[in-house]
């Protein structure tokens, strides 16, 4: 049983481009969080989605961030006109739907480098 | 807000020594408390976790005790090998809030050598 897959996993961007960020979460789960790791600092917490829905975005910035989850293929986490304080870890979790559950299951993360 | 307070690290540890790995929280709910670990180029796994006072959490021969009085949960292994040598995190998700945010801490590395 696969895994959280993120990719890329390493992704380099000049400032002013668009960073797109994928995530396709374990079989059978319909629940998928993204997380960023600024550089020396824990994960935070960004944004909680289900199929087709945004449940809580309270931790994404209010411009430039945005976050899908479509009903078919895997979430977008999309970065319009990057700055070099973008540059971060982003990672997805994922857990299984109709059960509360208090574990999230992650990928191996995205490496995004803004030059 | 929660929170999560973990020592910083790196710690460095010669094979067959005892880990302590300190970890505290402020929550104003009743959180779940959790440890993952990640190893170099890997994704966090949930090492272990507990979901309420006085639980204790166990894996691979890492224990932590869930403290309500001290608000702590401190990792702890007996024992470590070379191949425990990862970054540990400290974190903890609120009944409140669904569980669907986890609050984590900064991160503990830990190096074990021959």
């Known amino acids: 049983n696969a895994g959280v897959m993120q990719n890329p996993r390493h992704l380099v961007r000049r400032r002013g481009q668009e960073a797109r960020l994928r995530c396709s979460p374990m079989?059978?789960?319909?629940?998928v969080y993204w997380y960023r790791q600024l550089p020396e600092e824990g994960l935070k917490f960004m944004v909680y989605?289900?199929?087709?829905?945004?449940?809580?975005e309270s931790g994404m910035p209010k411009e430039r961030f945005s976050a899908e989850f479509p009903k078919e293929g895997p979430s977008i986490l999309r970065i319009q006109q990057v700055v070099r304080g973008d540059s971060a870890a982003y990672f997805c979790?994922?857990?299984?739907?109709?059960?509360?559950?208090?574990?999230?299951?992650f990928g191996p993360g995205t490496r995004l480098t803004v030059l | 807000g929660n929170s999560v307070t973990q020592m910083e690290g790196p710690v460095t540890l010669s094979e067959e020594a005892f880990l302590t790995i300190n970890c505290t929280y402020t929550?104003?709910?009743?959180?779940?408390l959790f440890w993952y670990v990640q190893y170099p180029g890997e994704g966090l796994q949930l090492l272990l976790k507990?979901?309420?006072?006085?639980d204790k959490g166990s894996n691979k021969g890492f224990e932590a005790t869930y403290r309500k009085e001290t608000t702590s949960f401190h990792l702890e292994k007996g024992s470590v090998q070379v191949s425990d040598s990862a970054v540990y995190f400290c974190?903890?998700?609120?009944?409140?809030?669904?569980?669907?945010?986890?609050?984590f801490g900064t991160g503990t590395r830990l190096l074990v050598s021959p």
């Open positions: 507990a979901t309420k006072a006085d």
């Open positions: 989605l289900q199929k087709e829905n945004i449940i809580d």
């Open positions: 974190a903890l998700s609120d009944r409140n809030t669904g569980f669907q945010k986890l609050v």
């Open positions: 929550a104003t709910g009743y959180p779940s």
């Open positions: 079989k059978g789960h319909s629940h």
């Open positions: 979790a994922s857990s299984p739907p109709l059960v509360i559950t208090d574990t999230q299951y």
